[in-house]
């Protein structure tokens, strides 16, 4: 997924998608990954704003879920 692809509302989704993921006994995540999504959740929660390098990132993890 690439950076411009993510509107706020796909965002707001895949930051969604990813803390459920996190709540589970065994996310698919390595430390890292769960690490940089509560990081990027905080982030997006309270700016409303990710870098192009963070929101590439975000897709990854995104997509390997």
Known sequence: MEPEELTDKAIDYIVNGL???L???R???SEWERNFVISVEDQWRRKRWLSDA???KLGQIW???
């Open 19 to 21: 803390c459920d993921e």
């Open 23 to 25: 709540a589970k006994d």
């Open 27 to 29: 996310p698919k995540l």
């Open 54 to 56: 963070q929101k590439e």
């Open 63 to 65: 997509d390997k879920v």
